[in-house]
């Protein structure tokens, strides 16, 4: 399996614009989305449109917590006061498939092949697995041999070698890394829509559980036209401004 990774898009059709078009001519049998197709962001039809109708590999898709508010699952309980204003103002204008669409993404979870997906963590939609201490909890809550998580929107890798040590590794650059034999992984691509690493360029990864590797990209894009639609849509402007500083 050779797998286009994304999470975390955040309605920011800027950013998965160039992660596509950086793409376009690398091979992949399957996408996944590890969750927040949306919130925060202005473009959430173009994100769901360009996801909801895309050809080419088998997609494997789960919601993330923006999701669930945006699509009415939820309310906005323990939202920072911006990203439920955006939540709600997601959630008036989605379009009819899209909002069907975003209802009906199942909660991870989800296993393909030896891969597990999900947003926080197998255990917990709204957890944030930020070190060691929280990546053991998760090798421990599961026998997946590779799992692969979004949410705090930093793109990193733990791996649990065959003694039971957990080691981690950022990824602050473009890598190429080999995965091991017997190791087992849990790794985050970092966010498309709203990287938080002080790195404004949309980040994602390609798995690929044959060749045994995993490749971290980042690419710039048209942060000024993303800030443009939010402020155009009257969202709060710190959600414009965070996407140039990368927070
Ligand atoms: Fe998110």
Redesign the pocket.
């Known amino acids: 399996m050779r797998a286009l990774v994304v999470?975390?898009l955040?309605s920011n059709a800027e950013a998965m614009r160039a992660v596509m078009a950086r793409v376009r001519r690398k091979k992949f049998d399957h996408i996944f989305c590890l969750?927040?197709f949306v919130?925060?962001g202005a473009q959430p039809n173009q994100i769901l449109d360009t996801m909801r109708t895309f050809k080419g590999a088998k997609k494997v898709y789960i919601r993330?917590?923006?999701d669930r508010v945006a699509a009415g699952l939820d309310e906005a309980e323990g939202f920072n006061a911006a990203a439920k204003h955006a939540a709600l103002w997601t959630r008036e204008h989605l379009s009819a498939p899209n909002r069907r669409f975003l209802r009906d993404l199942p909660l991870g979870p989800v296993m393909r092949d030896e891969v597990q997906l999900c947003h926080g963590s197998p255990q917990d939609e709204d957890e944030y697995v930020f070190n060691g201490h929280h990546a053991a909890g998760v090798f421990a809550s599961t026998d997946a041999r590779f799992i692969l998580y979004?949410?705090t929107?930093m793109p990193v890798i733990f791996a649990l070698d065959e003694n039971g040590y957990v080691e981690g590794a950022a990824i602050r650059a473009e890598a190429t890394l080999r995965l091991s034999e017997g190791f087992r992984y849990l790794i985050n691509p970092g966010?498309v829509g709203?990287p938080r690493d002080r790195n404004p360029a949309a980040s994602f990864a390609i798995f690929d559980s044959k060749a045994l590797t995993i490749q971290f990209f980042r690419v710039p894009y048209d942060i000024p036209k993303a800030q443009a639609s939010i402020l155009a849509a009257g969202l709060p402007r710190i959600l414009a401004d965070r996407l140039a500083l990368g927070t």
């Open positions: 999470s975390d955040h969750g927040d919130g925060y993330g917590n923006h979004g949410h929107h966010s709203q």
